[in-house]
């Protein structure tokens, strides 16, 4: 059942998604709420499953590593009285997988991967993810630069640490 939400509640949400290590008193006090209004909007928010986890952006091209990231279109055929609920829910239970999306256009999934190097990536779709039922096609496009994430800039220098691919 979908909740709406105040206008209190959506301020809260902005601030949250902004810098998640706000404390209820910075939170009361940038939004000119008491700050046990803002503990109690905040603590709603989380119970009701709507604040799931609270994460960090880590800009990974600043470290040291050999990993890979990919995005794979994946077309579906949907099950029977399902749709694409059920393909969706088995390709996003490996913990390969990163991000599992419904989307509209000439492709029904995508799916983020992160895996120890080009060749456990390519194993994962081959062996796991193109041999699931309903799964049709996939098309692996492996990241090369992150330049903006979730709202945030990432170094524009244009230098990177990343170790160039061999294919």
Same mark, same amino acid.
């Given at each position: 059942?979908?909740?709406? =939400?105040?206008? %209190?509640?959506?301020?809260?949400?902005?601030?949250?998604?902004? !810098? @998640?290590?706000?404390?209820?008193? %910075?939170? #009361?006090?940038?939004?000119?709420?008491?700050?046990?209004?803002?503990? %109690?909007?905040?603590?709603?928010?989380?119970?009701?499953?709507?604040?799931?986890? +609270?994460? #960090?952006?880590? !800009?990974?091209? *600043?470290?040291?590593?050999?990993?890979?990231?990919?995005?794979?279109?994946? *077309?579906?055929?949907?099950?029977?009285?399902?749709? +694409? $609920?059920?393909? #969706?829910?088995? /390709?996003?239970?490996?913990?390969?997988?990163?991000?599992?999306?419904?989307?509209? @256009?000439?492709? $029904?999934?995508? /799916? %983020?991967? $992160?895996?120890?190097?080009?060749? $456990?990536?390519?194993?994962?779709?081959? &062996?796991?993810?193109?041999?699931?039922?309903?799964?049709?096609?996939?098309?692996?496009?492996? =990241? =090369? *630069?992150? +330049?903006?994430?979730? @709202? &945030?800039?990432?170094?524009?220098? @244009?230098?990177?640490?990343?170790?160039?691919?061999?294919?």
């Amino acid at each position: 059942m979908l909740k709406t =939400l105040t206008t %209190e509640e959506l301020k809260v949400l902005n601030a949250l998604s902004e !810098n @998640g290590l706000l404390t209820n008193a %910075e939170i #009361a006090s940038l939004l000119k709420l008491e700050e046990a209004t803002a503990a %109690e909007i905040r603590s709603n928010l989380e119970n009701s499953g709507i604040v799931l986890k +609270y994460r #960090a952006i880590i !800009n990974w091209e *600043k470290i040291e590593s050999s990993s890979v990231n990919a995005l794979i279109q994946v *077309k579906v055929t949907p099950a029977h009285g399902h749709g +694409y $609920d059920e393909v #969706a829910r088995k /390709v996003a239970s490996f913990p390969e997988v990163r991000t599992c999306l419904l989307v509209s @256009g000439s492709f $029904d999934l995508l /799916v %983020e991967v $992160d895996g120890p190097s080009l060749r $456990d990536v390519a194993f994962f779709v081959a &062996d796991k993810l193109a041999t699931i039922e309903g799964v049709n096609h996939t098309s692996t496009n492996f =990241l =090369l *630069k992150r +330049y903006k994430q979730s @709202g &945030d800039m990432f170094s524009a220098s @244009g230098k990177t640490h990343r170790l160039p691919m061999m294919i």
